[in-house]
């Protein structure tokens, strides 16, 4: 069924998975924590099951893999977090490629009078710079990272309070993502939800999703209704 962009009046998108493919900078990162660590490397593939519910989620997922055992996982999450945003911020976007048809995408909700939020589990400090690196910072109205509420995705919490901020209603507001986390929340915040059949979700078939919809590039949207 074509996806009619009237039924909008605004949309909420991921970052990670679906506007900017970041498994390099993760793993670039993750590594050079884990250097400072003296624990073993981590590679692409598991980090990529890993992503979408927070960094301190990460860390904590990266260091139960590397190690042999889970005792003292606080101790080691407390060395290990500051390093990791030590390097993270140092390398943010070195090693990210933003998805093919996503500017299109873009502006093709902008061409039809959406407005636009960027909502992520990522923390702010990381995906501002992100966002302005590689030129999306002038499609979105507001930005909110995983620290910006009380709770993450897939809470509803942070879609209906970026509904607040857009103005708008969520039945009137589409989710735009890639992965459960997003079709969860959006579901619970009463937001229609698409999904993007790349990006990251961890690990399981992303059309097994409960989502309205999947789209191959975010590209599609102007082409569609």
């Not at 499609?139 to 910006?148: I, L």
């Not at 698409?194 to 979700?201: D, E, P």
């Not at 690990?203 to 919809?213: K, L």
């Amino acid at each position: 069924m074509p996806l009619d962009l009237s039924n909008f009046d605004a949309a909420i998108v991921d970052l990670d998975g679906t506007m900017v493919d970041t498994i390099g900078d993760f793993v670039v990162a993750l590594n050079r924590m884990l250097d400072d660590l003296a624990l073993p490397h981590i590679d692409a593939p598991t980090v990529e099951a890993m992503v979408g519910k927070g960094s301190e989620h990460l860390i904590h997922s990266v260091l139960q893999q590397v190690r042999a055992t889970s005792e003292d996982d606080e101790t080691w999450f407390e060395r290990a977090w500051p390093r990791y945003q030590h390097h993270y911020l140092a390398i943010n976007g070195e090693h990210a490629e933003v998805y093919a048809g996503v500017v299109q995408g873009l502006s093709a909700l902008r061409a039809r009078g959406l407005r636009l939020a960027c909502l992520t589990n990522k923390p702010t400090a990381f995906a501002r710079p992100l966002l302005a690196s590689k030129g999306l910072t002038e499609f979105f109205d507001v930005m909110f990272g995983g620290d910006a509420f009380d709770k993450k995705k897939p809470d509803p919490l942070p879609l209906l309070k970026a509904c607040e901020a857009l103005g708008t209603r969520p039945a009137r507001t589409l989710m735009l993502g890639d992965s459960s986390n997003d079709a969860k929340a959006a579901r619970a915040a009463g937001c229609p939800v698409i999904l993007v059949s790349y990006g990251y979700n961890h690990g399981e078939p992303i059309r097994e999703v409960d989502a309205d919809g999947f789209i191959d590039s975010l590209a599609d949207l102007g082409q569609k209704g």
